[in-house]
């Protein structure tokens, strides 16, 4: 039977010996299964484009085809407002580090107070040493 | 009177982008089955074609145009199918996926129907032809297009050998081996449970 069903060749039922595959069971069903898979792969249906295809393809080969100034101006277009976002809030931040208020750097307490820190001795001094800074 | 083939490819040459519109307008149907023939059933199906479309447009200035433009396109669209079942069994969709229960029940459905010789719904067909890429994708891409191009689109064996550029005794030996693997795997699933 081997010589029969030589998978690539069997299409049609006149290419089989016909008395052989009635008396062997075992080519009987491989001759089902062959039947099958062709069929299966008969069974293909004709497919329909989507609609509009033919333009969106025109579309696409039209932008593939620009120059590539093109696509600096598209993207410089499109980056612009995010850039312009980042420069204000940079300049808001640098802004706002320069108007915060300096501090002495040390604060000197009263010496009557020495012997006695306290936060009340604290703030005192702080308030005094602020006074006292000809730059207030 | 519509313009022949080489007069559209003649005016795309020259920058008219119009005219391989109709050119698409003419070929999407030939495009769009091929793929569903070799891909199966795909959602990507349409960027499938548009790329296929893409590579035309590139390949038109190497395009022989005493042949005609269909056999081009339809070596443009065998190539990239061919690239896509590379990818997807490297991306491993499916591949290595067996058939699910109700995938297998409905192979032993439409095996008895058709064995019984009662003609298949249509629906069924479309079914039948979904389940057959199911058996069809663990094949190696060529073993796959292989089987595709004769069993389905009904190829002679030169023609499938000078796409696949092998010979027609290495497709027919090719072909012999796709289908004995076919034919195990088919009875695996309607013997399984």
């Not at chain 1, 009557?112 to 006074?131: D, G, P, Q, T, Y």
């Not at chain 2, 339809?74 to 067996?98: G, T």
């Not at chain 2, 297998?104 to 095996?111: A, G, P, Q, S, T």
Request: aromatic content about 10%; proline content about 5%; glycine content about 2%.
């Amino acid at each position: 039977m081997k010589r029969h069903i030589d998978w690539e060749m069997v299409g049609s039922e006149d290419q089989l010996d016909r008395s052989h595959l009635e008396e062997c069971p075992e080519c009987q069903k491989k001759y089902r299964l062959h039947m099958f898979l062709v069929r299966q792969a008969r069974s293909a249906r004709p497919v329909e484009p989507p609609p509009f295809f033919a333009s969106k393809v025109a579309r696409s080969i039209q932008q593939a085809s620009q120059p590539m100034w093109f696509y600096f101006r598209w993207a410089a277009a499109r980056l612009a407002p995010v850039l312009a976002l980042l420069i204000l809030a940079t300049g808001l931040l640098i802004i706002n580090v320069l108007r915060e208020p300096e501090l002495p750097d040390t604060v000197i307490l009263d010496d009557s107070a020495a012997s006695e820190v306290s936060f009340e001795n604290m703030i005192n001094s702080l308030h005094k040493a602020r006074s006292e800074d000809p730059g207030e | 009177m519509p313009k022949t083939d080489p007069e559209l490819v003649a005016e795309i040459l020259r920058g008219d982008e119009d005219a391989f519109e109709e050119i698409v307008r003419r070929y999407q149907r030939f495009v769009f089955n091929a793929i569903y023939h070799y891909l199966g059933y795909n959602s990507e199906a349409e960027d499938v074609a548009q790329e296929i479309f893409l590579k035309l447009y590139r390949s038109l200035e190497r395009y022989d145009q005493s042949r005609p433009l269909q056999a081009w396109i339809y070596r443009i669209a065998v190539n990239h199918c061919l690239d896509e079942m590379r990818k997807a069994r490297h991306r491993f969709i499916r591949l290595f996926a067996d058939m699910t229960e109700e995938e297998e029940d409905r192979v032993k459905y439409l095996f008895e129907k058709s064995t019984k010789g009662s003609p298949l719904l249509e629906s069924e067909e479309e079914e039948s032809f979904k389940l057959l890429h199911r058996l069809l994708d663990k094949l190696s891409a060529k073993d796959k297009m292989t089987f595709v191009l004769r069993e389905v689109e009904g190829r002679s064996y030169d023609d499938i050998a000078t796409t696949l550029g092998t010979s027609p005794t290495a497709v027919r030996i090719r072909l012999s081996r796709v289908k004995r693997k076919l034919l195990k795997r088919l009875e695996g699933v309607l013997e399984s449970r």
